[in-house]
């Protein structure tokens, strides 16, 4: 898992309700990452971290806000959450190994979270 | 839009046998190819990846083959076993930081 952990693992909530995913990793790398698994569209990129309070969008980051006010932790808001925002939700880090062109991203276990 | 196309959707082969996967992508600044194996429960993890400065990178049972000028790229399983049933996602990123996935193939190894 690399360090990552996932909050929580599993949530059911109903549509129009706020909902706050959070990802904590162990490591002290700079850069974070949120991805939503979906059957058919494999993993998109919602918004990422590069570094205390800088953030940018994804490919998918409308109904999503993020922050990041310590290193360690980058969570995921949906403000109001929809039917069509039911998915796995990954978080990952960019572990540096040396190199520059040699940084894995490295994912968590992922939430899974049901709109109703 | 999806950046990186992958097919097969899904594959089922016996044991011993060779599994192929493909993908292309159209943007030309992609520079860092790699490929991810998730099991069930889990989240993806790293498997094998390539620049496009090599054609072919093999690590034991697993090999990237890459075409620049076609634009595509694809991994293939040797001796396929049944421990390698996973999906498989292909990815790729210029300079590596924010990565593209494909839509990922299901491979399933008969005993």
């Known amino acids: 898992d690399a360090g990552i952990t996932q909050s929580p693992r599993h949530k059911v909530t109903e549509t129009g309700t706020p909902v706050t995913l959070r990802c904590h990793q162990t490591?002290?790398?700079?850069?974070m990452y949120w991805y939503r698994q979906d059957p058919g569209h494999g993993l998109r990129l919602i918004h990422y971290?590069?570094?205390?309070?800088?953030?940018d969008k994804g490919e998918v980051s409308d109904g999503y806000s993020v922050s990041r006010s310590k290193t360690e932790d980058f969570l995921l808001t949906l403000e109001s959450a929809t039917s069509s925002q039911t998915s796995v939700y990954f978080c990952?880090?960019?572990?540096?190994?040396?190199?520059?062109?040699?940084?894995?991203?490295?994912f968590g276990n992922g939430t899974r979270l049901t709109v109703t | 839009q999806q950046q990186v196309k992958q097919s097969p959707q899904s594959l089922i082969v016996q044991k011993g046998g060779i599994s192929i996967i493909n993908c292309a992508y159209e943007?030309?600044?992609?520079?860092?190819f790699p490929w991810y194996q998730q099991f069930p429960g889990k989240g993806p993890a790293l498997l094998i990846a390539?620049?496009?400065?090599?054609s072919e990178k093999k690590e034991g049972r697993f090999t990237i083959s890459f075409n620049k000028s076609a634009k595509q790229f694809s991994l293939h399983i040797m001796d396929s076993q049944p421990g390698d049933s996973a999906t498989y996602f292909c990815?790729?990123?210029?300079?590596?930081?924010?990565?593209?996935f494909g839509a990922g193939t299901t491979v399933t190894v008969r005993a």
């Open positions: 990952a880090i960019r572990r540096r190994q040396g190199a520059t062109y040699n940084s894995p991203l490295h």
């Open positions: 490591e002290n790398h700079r850069y």
């Open positions: 971290s590069y570094g205390v309070k800088d953030t």
């Open positions: 943007n030309t600044a992609f520079d860092y």
């Open positions: 390539i620049r496009p400065d090599v």
């Open positions: 990815a790729a990123s210029k300079d590596d930081y924010k990565l593209s």
